[in-house]
């Protein structure tokens, strides 16, 4: 069983920036891919950002691509997701996930995180 911890998030002011961080325990294949979405208050959860442990391969939504970049910390175990130049609309709760599987889909991530509120003001 794959336990995901999540710590960072917070409110700042439009133009700030986080740094959440997403602990998994133990590693395995179940982690090949560790991924964060986000939802808001009455939308749909959304793809935000992937990685993959074995090599240096990101990808990002396109509404956070040039802001958000994923690091990770193999040693700790941990992955980072550093957010930059917030703006309101990235309010919502984040949350980490892993699978097994290279993908953007939620559904095929297996492993969830407690979820981490995220409140940018204008």
């Known amino acids: 069983q794959v336990q995901l911890v999540e710590s960072g998030g917070g409110a700042v002011q439009a133009g700030g920036s986080l740094r959440l961080s997403c602990a998994a325990s133990p590693r395995s294949f179940s982690t090949y891919a560790m991924a964060w979405f986000r939802q808001a208050p009455g939308k749909e959860r959304e793809f935000v950002a992937r990685?993959?442990?074995?090599?240096?391969?990101?990808a990002y939504a396109d509404s956070v691509k040039g802001r958000f970049t994923l690091s990770r910390d193999n040693a700790k175990n941990t992955v980072y997701l550093h957010m930059n130049s917030l703006k309101p609309e990235d309010t919502a709760v984040y949350s980490c996930?892993?699978?097994?599987?290279?993908?953007?889909?939620?559904?095929?991530?297996?492993?969830w995180g407690q979820g981490t509120q995220v409140t940018v003001s204008s």
């Open positions: 990685l993959i442990w074995s090599g240096a391969r990101t």
């Open positions: 996930a892993a699978g097994s599987y290279w993908t953007s889909n939620y559904s095929s991530y297996s492993y």
